[in-house]
């Protein structure tokens, strides 16, 4: 089960002030190993559109991209995982995101977020109405294969667990830098053993 022909699409959504770039090396690596990668560029990546609006721009994309019948999973970093969440939880993306990958995500927010006062910043601050929004209803994850991928040693999520989640899996990894979580091959080599864990529920075909 889980050969490369059966495998879902895998999106990867990046995070503040990066673009698809970013992903590189993971994107050749789990492509090498016979999963179609996709990736789009977030704009204005700079913090100054609200997370819930970028949310918006994934949904565009996927239901663009894709058959309404296709199952996808998605891997979300830094921001990224916010952004993803958002569609999980708020534009339907529980109804067809089979597995949903965070590396190294703010999700009960981090204090870096206070060095500016644009929208993004805010929505990713610790207590923000965007994360008490998604928190109210976080349970709604146990219906898909959730992880949440950290390191302690993350100087931009502050604090560090702050990544952790309070449902799903949990992989910690000692990884020393945040943009290292998806270049690092320890990292990367985890995110391939979440996109090969068998879907929950699954229907037989």
Do not use: C
């Not at 204005?44 to 819930?52: A, F, Q, R, V």
């Not at 928190?135 to 667990?161: C, E, G, Y």
């Amino acid at each position: 089960m889980n050969s490369s022909s059966d495998r879902n699409p895998v999106i990867l959504i990046h995070g503040i002030w990066d673009t698809k770039t970013i992903f590189n090396k993971m994107s050749a690596h789990l492509t090498q190993l016979g999963w179609l990668v996709h990736s789009l560029n977030l704009t204005p990546n700079d913090g100054s559109l609200g997370l819930d609006l970028l949310a918006k721009q994934l949904a565009d994309y996927i239901s663009q991209t894709f058959h309404p019948s296709q199952s996808i999973d998605i891997v979300g970093y830094s921001m990224g995982g916010l952004v993803s969440r958002y569609y999980v939880q708020r534009l339907g993306g529980i109804n067809r995101v089979q597995r949903f990958i965070t590396i190294s995500s703010p999700h009960r927010g981090t204090l870096t977020a206070y060095s500016l006062p644009l929208a993004g910043y805010v929505d990713m601050r610790p207590d923000s109405s965007f994360l008490q929004d998604l928190d109210q209803d976080v349970a709604m994850l146990k219906r898909i294969n959730f992880t949440s991928m950290w390191t302690p040693f993350d100087v931009m999520i502050l604090p560090s667990h702050s990544s952790q989640m309070p449902v799903g899996r949990e992989v910690k990894l000692n990884i020393w830098m945040h943009r290292q979580m998806v270049t690092d091959s320890q990292s990367i080599n985890a995110l391939v053993e979440e996109l090969k864990a068998p879907i929950k529920n699954q229907i037989p075909r």
